[in-house]
């Protein structure tokens, strides 16, 4: 696994190539949200990096934004962040290809009815949503921190106050449940943010996360209609279901706009601070986090600079 880090493909663009413009990095990017973000982001001056596993939708998706736009360039990655080896290969072609990035938007999600182990042996749900994201962040933070004010967004959800105590973050094949699973990883996307943020304070670097709110997007449609079905519908109930595009003008705008440059270790919700759950906070939860999530993706010093913030924290 670890022989993957600094492998780099001579396909790459050469670095500088689109220097002076903000590279923006987007997983999940072919559906959903996500999708919805990169199309908003079309008219920027920047560059985006679309990571998703649907190939062919990637790459229609990429040439379409940047035909028709004058000021970005997109570019599409096919990569699985449930699999460990796949974000590795990732982060080394961005790393080749880039001198700094800007935006880190931790968009892709997951939820699967039935238990499913990836080929590193962690349960599907846990290492889509947090693990996979967890890797990438760590292996992009050393150009993270070359930008002037770099932002981290991680998407999350109220799924994750459901949550609570010390949570066994993997679960297995004899006790999982999608909700419990779900819910689980959501908590883990905030702790995620919340530490990254506390460990990344007085550099350029903030962290936040996001609830964008019951969208009608596909999460949950692998899991058959009658599941996706009953997701749209109590969202519509309660009427709080959104389009997917409003949701990812909310996430733009806290990824971008000049009223949240500085703020870090915040939980939003449209545009306006809330509170998480206690769990959320919770130091201990978040140490225990942290050393399970280094352990799972075996980083280590080799990451250079970032292992400075990332490395697990000594003491209780």
């Known amino acids: 696994m670890n022989s993957l880090w600094f492998r780099t493909s001579p396909l790459l ?7 002076g413009k903000k590279t923006i990095v987007i997983t999940g990017a072919t559906s959903g949200i996500g999708r919805a973000m990169a199309f908003l982001l079309g008219d920027a001056e920047a560059h985006l990096v679309l990571v998703g596993r649907n190939e062919r939708e990637g790459e229609r998706l990429a040439r379409r934004i940047s035909s028709n736009t004058q000021n970005a360039c997109a570019r599409f990655y096919r990569t699985d962040l449930s699999c460990l080896a796949e974000v590795q290969k990732l982060a080394s072609q961005l790393k080749e290809s880039y001198e700094r990035i800007d935006i880190l938007i931790n968009n892709a999600g997951a939820r699967f009815s039935h238990f499913e182990e990836t080929s590193d042996g962690i349960e599907r749900t846990f290492a889509t949503n947090h693990l996979g994201h967890f890797l990438l962040t ?21 799924a994750h106050c459901g949550i609570n105590g010390h949570p066994s973050w993997m679960l297995t094949r004899h006790n999982y449940e999608r909700k419990l699973a779900y819910g689980t990883s959501k908590l883990a996307n905030l702790v995620f943010a919340f530490e990254l943020a506390r460990r990344l304070s007085g550099t350029t670097v903030t962290s936040n996360a996001i609830d ?14 009658i599941a996706w079905f009953r997701h749209l519908t109590y969202y519509a109930w309660k009427l709080q279901l959104i389009t997917a595009r409003r949701a990812a003008t909310h996430i733009i705008d806290l990824a971008q706009a000049e009223e949240f440059e500085g703020i870090t270790g ?4 449209e545009r ?3 509170s998480s759950s206690a769990a959320s906070r919770d130091l201990s939860t978040a140490r225990e986090l942290w050393s399970s999530s280094i352990a799972l993706t075996g980083i280590d010093s080799r990451i250079g ?8 924290s000594e003491g209780p």
Not at 13 to 19: E, I
Request: hydrophobic share 40%.
């Open 212 to 225: 964008p709110g019951g969208v009608a997007t596909n999460l949950g449609r692998n899991n058959g209609w």
């Open 13 to 19: 663009p050469p670095k500088n190539q689109f220097l």
């Open 305 to 312: 600079r970032a292992w400075e913030y990332m490395r697990p």
């Open 272 to 274: 306006k601070v809330v």
């Open 138 to 158: 760590a292996l992009l933070l050393d150009r993270l921190l070359q930008a002037p004010a770099a932002r981290v967004i991680t998407v999350g959800s109220s």
């Open 266 to 269: 915040q939980y939003f919700h």
